[in-house]
Nanobody, 124 residues
């Protein structure tokens, strides 16, 4: 069992940056593939980025590929999402997710554990 707690969301102007953090409980964090998803009002949850247990493999959605970077620190049981050049369309609740195993996947239903989410609002 893994518990995930996101932090770092907030209100930022377009063009600004935020770094989201997701702290995980449990001693087996390093064996989990981690990901970030987001959900805007009235829209379905969408994949943002994922990272393998070692950090050696990542996947990023095309819509954010040049602006967002996912990383992890297994010593701190934490995964990060660095978001630069933010746009109003990035406004959403951002969720951290975890799944056992090392294969990077991008579909939400394959992730077993979820955080409560952190709100990111980008003003124009």
């Amino acid at each position: 069992q893994v518990q995930l707690v996101e932090s770092g969301g907030g209100l930022v102007q377009a063009g600004g940056s935020l770094r989201l953090s997701c702290a995980a409980s449990g001693r087996t964090f390093s064996s989990y593939t981690m990901a970030w998803f987001r959900q805007a009002p009235g829209k379905e949850r969408e994949f943002v980025a994922a990272i393998s247990w070692s950090g050696g493999s990542t996947s990023t959605a095309d819509s954010v590929k040049e602006r967002f970077t996912i990383s992890r620190d297994n010593a701190k049981n934490t995964v990060y999402l660095q978001m630069n050049s933010l746009k109003p369309e990035d406004t959403a609740v951002y969720y951290c997710a975890a799944r056992r195993g090392g294969i990077v996947v991008v579909t939400a239903f394959r992730f077993e554990f979820w955080g409560q989410g952190t709100q990111v609002t980008v003003s124009s």
